[in-house]
């Protein structure tokens, strides 16, 4: 199991250093993002629930650009079918494709983060940093796993590239919500407040929620 | 049973992306196998000079020979091959012949459009007709001729 | 054979059903805060309650499906789930009248309670779509039941998620639960519920007596006419596809 | 806010049972066209039938 998911993992990482067709492209959507909101709100800084609102969005909607493609790579050249011909346990495609796309995800927050400092954060980002990271990593991991379900449901369809977010934006909103209200006090204009706990919680929750989830029926979308 | 089986259709199940060496390190991994298997293959099927540029750059008959290199990597029982030659010239053919061909020691299902070919190499002859066998015999029994009636 | 049985949940669906209605005008007194209007609560909220628990069976019904791999579990799931987006409907039009009706607006943000049913509803409201674009009858009906696992362990999670980002907030304006309610409100109120049961029952079982019915059709229709008339190409659907020639099990 | 007076509210009220009412029938509809096509596909059939074995 654990050496199906580094297979799996380390293919997927060398296929994104190859073609760079993911992350790069998520991370110029991000700050193209951002570059609108400025526009959008007319306003040069944000802070507060308002700051908050707009990276959290931002991020979102980057993470579907990922979520589409996630399993484009195995539809169209055959990978399905090379994985399911080898003698590997299931599960270590979602584990592995999970995993993948928190790295992905970790990857455009490296860019995304910065930038949103840069262009349209009015309070200095150090201070937050250390808890954003937190919120940020519980999030991430919500995102990672019901993105790689809806995904996975998603890549057999005709429409695929409707379906995808179509399926993750409404099961994504707890994430959103949560961690929008989690990095509120973080990105107050006077210097980051504390975090009620339990933001942090309904996100841990969630990710646990559908990480069991997603253990329980991934097998099914995979037997042809 | 999973695992026993080597499968060759006619999509090479390898990533266009990656290099020959890099897809066969994958399945490698995925299978178990030792990285010198895929070093021993990329020799013996003339690939090991053009191992390391990515499959949409090479040949159709190259990226063939690579998935016949991924074919037999796990060492299978059975094979089942569909146009197991198609896009390869006879140097090609002459190198995958003891990996997938009479000579390689495993029990082969080979689809084949190339009835003379097909039957030269056949000890089993299966002709389906609308789902239907219409032929079961020994290679022996059957001539060209049957086979070819069957398309009329 | 689902009609069976259907006769008797039709009557008492109607008796239920009326009666419930009778004790919200007549029966029920006007409530202290909001009057006459807050009549609206005794068929917005079982509606409202119908339709997730319709939601949660529809994942249960798609947890057997997968394990039986018996094609009417999945078309179980697939009526529950289809009725249930019929009842969201109903629950967001009408508590959009309520909130305009209170508020003097269609909609507000403040009510947990409601965003949590539009988003569920906007979730539910892929399932067609879902199926709708998957060919291969047997691939749909699996996918169908992995998003309806999916969905249902989503519906508790959202409203908890949603109710604690407002329940500090904003003081809850209207009880939805039964639970503070003074006797004779209760009583009206847990009628309807039951009669609103009744009636997600009653149309459940007649819509899968339907389905039924023009599966044991086709299956006829097969049997008579063997290959020389061939069965209408009934088009793609969202519906699970109505043939008796289920799958083997063994898989 | 004050309650509405009865006049107002009620029209609010009837709205909201009508909505509920109205979707019933709409479902009705849509299995009556159901019905419907049973019903024409059972009369396709019955007259294969008769052909087949026509009877005496």
């Known amino acids: 199991m654990r050496r199906t998911v580094a297979a799996l993992l380390r293919k997927d990482v060398l296929l994104e250093l190859r073609t760079k067709e993911t992350v790069p492209a998520m991370a110029l959507f991000a700050v193209t993002t951002f570059v609108v909101f ?144 989690a990095s509120t006090p973080l990105l107050l204009a006077a210097g980051p407040g504390t975090i009620a706990a339990r933001w942090p919680l309904i996100l841990g929750l969630y990710d646990l929620v559908f990480a069991l989830t997603a253990y329980a029926v991934f097998d099914f979308l995979l037997e042809d | 049973m999973r695992g026993r089986v080597g499968l060759l259709g006619h999509e090479p199940l390898l990533y266009r992306d990656l290099t020959g060496r890099e897809n066969l390190d994958y399945q490698a991994r995925l299978f178990g196998v030792d990285g010198a298997r895929v070093e021993e293959l990329l020799e013996r099927t003339g690939m090991a000079r053009r191992a390391d540029e990515p499959l949409r750059t090479l040949s159709r008959g190259m990226v063939q020979r690579l998935a016949v290199c991924r074919t037999v990597l796990h060492d299978p029982a059975l094979l089942l091959l569909d146009e197991p030659l198609a896009n390869l010239d006879p140097a090609a053919v002459e190198a995958v012949e003891p990996l997938i061909g009479r000579g390689a020691g495993r029990t082969r299902v080979v689809t084949s459009h190339d009835p003379g070919a097909g039957l030269r190499e056949a000890d089993l002859v299966l002709g389906l007709r609308g789902g239907r066998a219409v032929i079961a015999a020994g290679a022996q029994e059957v001539t060209e001729a049957d086979v070819r009636a069957l398309y009329r | 054979m689902y009609g069976k049985g259907l006769r008797a949940l039709s009557l008492a669906t109607t008796v239920v059903l009326t009666g419930a209605f009778a004790l919200v005008f007549f029966y029920a007194p006007n409530d202290a805060d909001q009057g006459f209007i807050q009549k609206i609560f005794y068929v917005h909220v079982p509606m409202a309650i119908v339709a997730l628990c319709g939601f949660i069976a529809g994942g249960v019904m798609a947890i057997a499906h997968l394990r039986t791999r018996a094609q009417k579990w999945d078309m179980r799931s697939y009526v529950a789930i289809h009725l249930s987006l019929i009842l969201g409907v109903g629950v967001l039009v009408t508590g959009s009248i309520w909130a305009k009706a209170s508020w003097g607006h269609w909609w507000v943000w403040n009510e947990p309670t409601l965003v949590s049913f539009l988003i569920i509803f906007l979730l539910y409201a892929c399932y067609q779509p879902l199926r709708f674009s998957i060919e291969d009858p047997e691939r749909q009906a699996r996918y169908a039941s992995v998003f309806a696992i999916i969905a249902g362990a989503f519906v508790p999670l959202n409203f908890l998620a949603v109710r604690l980002a407002q329940a500090y907030t904003h003081p809850r304006v209207l009880g939805t639960t039964g639970g503070s309610l003074p006797g004779d409100m209760r009583l009206t109120f847990l009628v309807a519920l039951a009669g609103m049961v009744l009636l997600f029952v009653t149309l459940w079982k007649y819509e899968m007596t339907s389905k039924h019915a023009a599966m044991q059709l086709r299956a006829l229709r097969r049997k008579l006419a063997g290959d020389e008339a061939p069965v209408r190409a009934a088009g793609r659907s969202a519906a699970p596809a109505a043939t008796l020639h289920a799958r083997p099990d063994t898989h | 806010m004050p309650a509405l007076p009865l006049d107002e509210a009620g029209k609010y009220v009837a709205a909201a049972y009508v909505v509920f009412i109205g979707l019933i029938l709409v479902y009705v509809a849509i299995m009556a066209t159901k019905l419907a096509r049973i019903e024409r596909e059972l009369e396709e059939l019955n007259e294969l039938a008769d052909r087949r074995e026509p009877s005496p």
Request: proline share 6%; glycine share 6%.
């Open chain 1, 38 to 181: 400025h526009f959008g709100l007319n306003r040069g800084s944000v802070s507060g629930d308002l700051a908050a609102g707009v990276f959290w969005v931002t991020l979102l909607f980057a993470a579907m650009l990922g979520i589409n493609r996630l399993f484009v790579a195995e539809r169209e050249q055959g990978g399905f079918d090379a994985f399911l011909l080898a003698p590997a346990d299931r599960t270590a495609l979602l584990v592995a494709k999970t995993a993948a796309l928190f790295a992905f995800l970790s990857v455009l927050e490296l860019v995304a983060v910065p930038a949103f400092a840069l262009l349209l954060l009015q309070p200095s980002v150090w201070p937050a940093l250390p808890a954003l990271v937190g919120v940020l990593a519980l999030a991430n991991a919500g995102v990672a796993v019901v993105g790689t379900l809806a995904s996975a449901l998603a890549i057999q369809t005709r429409a695929r590239d409707l379906i995808a977010p179509l399926l993750a934006l409404p099961l994504l909103i707890p994430v959103v919500l949560a961690a929008a209200k």
